[in-house]
């Protein structure tokens, strides 16, 4: 590798929307983000399914709902 050429790789901040912040590494000393692990639906487990049209039910009527107290 050439010397002088390559950015510097340093310790970074990423700080996101809800006030959380990660340390991680990057070329950039910090990192704005509108959403992270801490703050998605899928991994607080607040996701919502949104039924479009009955696309759910009809899937669900279809190939029978296994969480439905079988």
């Known amino acids: 590798m050439k010397s002088g050429i390559h950015p510097k ?3 970074a ?3 996101c929307a ?5 340390e991680t590494r990057s070329t950039q000393p910090s ?5 992270c692990s801490a703050c998605h639906p899928y ?3 607040k996701q919502k399914l949104v039924d479009t049209a009955g ?3 009809r899937f ?3 190939y029978g ?6």
């Open 65 to 70: 709902d296994k969480s439905a107290g079988k």
């Open 55 to 57: 696309r759910v039910e």
């Open 18 to 22: 809800c006030g959380n912040t990660v």
């Open 60 to 62: 669900r009527q279809r």
């Open 31 to 35: 990192i704005q983000v509108e959403i």
């Open 13 to 15: 901040i990423v700080h």
């Open 43 to 45: 991994f607080t487990g």
């Open 9 to 11: 790789y340093q310790t």
